[in-house]
């Protein structure tokens, strides 16, 4: 699995699919994302109500008849695009291992996870497959509220002054080859700090072209997107 982009162009990711063209974590939305040239669609995997993996952001709202791990892994595995599976909860990482080897995905997928150990768990059962730490987590969409918004640029301001170091830690703990970060917390020095160890950056999510522009400039691996469309002719 790629994760680095080297001299090429920045990796194009759709987010839960393509969520601003189709419903986020559904087939027609990993389908929307795929008929957009994307490198990787990402999609969130939780344990369904009878105990199988679904794609839903959270077990408490689970869609009605949604997709299985298995049926968006066989969709990209026939698509020839790469998965980029993000872990909602820990526990079942053994059975997320078997279901990319039984679709022949763990060459073409990253997991990704807020959870260390639950990833360290994961590379037990397949060593090989990329892994991804993700932070920070915002379940609540405390970023998106305007009245909150002179705060969460406080945080981030300070947050991205210790980044740069702070992320090696978490790197080594997890044992990921990448650091999944929300795109107001990438920085050149963050970028700089990934680098030097061989990790990459991946940013989410970036739903404005220019600030595609300015992260991909910046060394930013891939972008994660729910609108896909702002990566057209990043191909080359």
């Known amino acids: 699995m790629r994760v680095l982009r080297g001299e090429g162009p920045v990796l194009r990711i759709g987010h839960r699919g393509a969520a601003a063209l189709a419903p986020e974590n559904t087939i027609p939305a990993l389908r929307a994302a795929v008929e957009l040239g994307v490198d990787l669609v990402e999609f969130d995997v939780v344990k369904g109500r009878e105990g199988q993996l679904v794609l839903a952001h959270s077990a408490a709202h ?12 066989g969709y990209l595995a026939e698509a020839g695009v ?3 599976v993000d872990l909602k909860e820990s526990g079942f990482e053994a059975e997320v291992a078997r279901a990319l080897q039984r679709h022949e ?17 994961l590379r037990a059962h397949e060593p090989s497959v990329a892994i991804g730490i993700s932070y920070p987590e915002d379940r609540y969409g405390v970023g998106r509220r305007r009245a909150l918004a002179p705060l ?31 795109h107001a917390l990438v920085t050149p020095a963050v970028v700089r700090s990934c680098h030097s160890r061989g990790a990459a950056v991946w940013a989410w999510t ?31």
């Open 152 to 182: 969460v640029s406080a945080g981030l301001f300070a947050m991205q002054r210790v980044l740069p170091r702070l992320v090696l830690r978490w790197l080594a703990h997890a044992g990921a080859s990448a650091a999944v970060l929300h």
């Open 105 to 121: 995905m763990v060459a073409r997928s990253l997991v990704s996870s807020l959870d260390w150990s639950s990833l360290r768990d």
């Open 62 to 73: 689970l869609p009605l008849g949604g997709p299985s791990l298995d049926d968006a892994l």
């Open 82 to 84: 790469g998965a980029h």
């Open 206 to 236: 970036v739903n404005d072209a220019e600030v595609a522009t300015r992260l991909a400039d910046w060394g930013a691996d891939a972008i994660i997107t729910d609108d896909p469309r702002i990566l057209r002719g990043r191909s080359t």
